[in-house]
Structures are given as C-alpha cells and as structure tokens.
C-alpha cells in the first residue's frame, strides 16, 4: 500500500509539468490572431475603390475635352480659330496722370498743355499782383504828398504826420486843441477843414478799407461820461467814422478801434510824450 501511494504521486507531479510546459501555445495563438487582424485591416485601408476612379476620370476627360465652356476647342488647338474674328483686340494701357483742374475742364486737351497753361496762369497772377502792389505803392505816396502839402499850407503840419506802414498809409492826427478837448468825445471845429481833406482823398479810389484808430494816454479818467480811456478812445474813434461817413466815405470800408493806452508812440512819463500818445490814426489799409 505505501508502494501504491508513492507512485502515485509521482504520477501526480509528472501531469503538472506536462501543462506547464504546453502555455506557451496560448501566447503564440493570440499574437497570430492579433497579426491576422492587423493584416486585414491594412488590406482594408489600401483597397481602390475601382468605381469612384473611374468617375473621376470621365469627369476630368470631360472637363477637358472642351463640351463644357464654348471655345475650350480652340483653347486645346494652337493658332487661331473661325472665332478669333470675334474675339476683341487688346487696348493697350495708357499712362497715368495726375488730374488738373484744367484737365477735367478740358479732358480732350493734352496734360502738358494744361500743365503750361497752369504755370502760365501762375506767372500772370504773380506779375499782376506785383504790378497792382507798384500801383497801390504809388498811390499811396501821391495821397500822403498831398496830405503832407495841405497840412503844412494851413497850419497843421504839427499835428498831422503821415508815414506809409507795411499796414498801409497811416494818417496819424494829434486830438490836442484840433479834434477833441480834454476827456471829451465832441468834434472840434477847427479839425472839420482837416478831416473834410482826408475824406476827399481817401475817397479817390472808394476800394481800400479804411481803419480808424482811438489812443489815448495812461493818464486814467476821472468824472466826465467816460469811466475809462477803453471808452474815450472808442468814442472818439467812432466820432471821425461819423464824420467821414457825412462826407460820403462808403460805411462799409470803415472800421472804429478803440486802443485806450496800450500802444504808445512815445513815453508817458513826460507830458509831450503823453500828448503825442492822444492821437487818432486813420489807416488806409493795403490791398496787395
């Protein structure tokens, strides 16, 4: 009985090594039917599908076969064709030029005609200005001999100066014992003769704009109808406009200005400067 049951555990361990030894026919077996699948799926993949090649190539023979678009004959055959009679003719480009305001009145006329005629039209206006400026020189110089010869024959030769400024011909009149009195805005008498001469000649040519100036002192005013020189100066200035106006000067060339004492031609501290400050200027303004 012991001799039975030693063999047959011997038995026994012999099955086990036997199935052991055989596992390894598992791992093979999967990794062929991974490698099958694997090679099916890439038979899968580089498959054509015959059919849909064959529409594409009787798409693109028909595409090029020139059914499609009328011409597409031609287009394939070199040369030319019964068509090309009707085929338009290519304009060449012409050159791009800048627009001038000569131009788009004229389009037929040619650019570099308009450009010398532009030029031309520059020029002329240049020489017409500065023939006109020359002229207005001129006339300047002639009004200001005639003041200066009118003031010295009757007297006033002290309280009238002309000069000619960049501004224009500036008549520069004292208002001390000629036009005002002291702190009054009322025309004198005796200044009626002066102002009647200059309204007499600024109005030779009735273009020139006329500019009358008020100036006064620093010396501030007390009492009277005026608080301040801004109002005195003004008022007197406003008082030649009137004036000119009854003589027949147009209102629209005339301006009044009242500077009170900002713009001294001598210095206050001094009472003939002072005097020399309180003045009217009536300036005839250039035109050119």
Request: proline residues 5%; glycine residues 8%.
């Amino acid at each position: 009985m012991a001799r039975s049951h030693g063999r047959g555990r011997k038995r026994g361990h012999g099955g086990e090594g036997e199935e052991s030894g055989e596992r390894w026919l598992l791992t093979y077996a999967d990794m062929i039917t991974l490698l099958m699948a694997l090679f099916m799926v890439l038979f899968s993949i580089s498959s054509v599908n015959i059919s849909k090649v064959q529409s594409l190539q009787e798409s693109l023979r028909a595409a090029f076969s020139g059914n499609i678009l009328p011409g597409g004959k031609a287009i394939a055959k070199p040369g030319s064709t019964a068509n090309a009679s009707h085929a338009p003719t290519a304009t060449p480009l012409q050159a791009i030029v800048p627009i001038s305001p000569q131009s788009i009145t004229n389009p037929e006329a040619p650019t570099h005609a308009s450009a010398s005629s532009a030029a031309s039209a520059t020029a002329q206006s240049a020489a017409t200005n500065v023939s006109a400026a020359r002229a207005e020189q001129s006339n300047f110089e002639h009004l200001k001999h005639e003041l200066d010869a009118y003031a010295a024959k009757h007297g006033f030769g002290q309280n009238v100066h002309t000069t000619i400024e960049q501004r224009g011909l500036v008549i520069r009149v004292l208002t001390d014992s000629l036009l005002f009195a002291s702190g009054s805005a009322t025309l004198d008498a005796q200044g009626d003769p002066l102002l009647s001469e200059v309204a007499d000649l600024v109005n030779v040519d009735h273009t020139h704009p006329l500019a009358v100036e008020g100036n006064t002192d620093d010396v501030p005013v007390h009492g009277g109808i005026f608080p301040s020189n801004w109002e005195l100066s003004t008022a007197r200035a406003s008082t030649v406009v009137r004036y000119l106006i009854g003589k027949g000067v147009d209102p629209q060339r005339l301006t009044a200005i009242g500077y009170a004492s900002l713009r001294p031609i001598a210095s206050n501290s001094t009472a003939a400067g002072r005097a020399l400050n309180r003045r009217v200027e009536i300036v005839l303004q250039r035109l050119y």
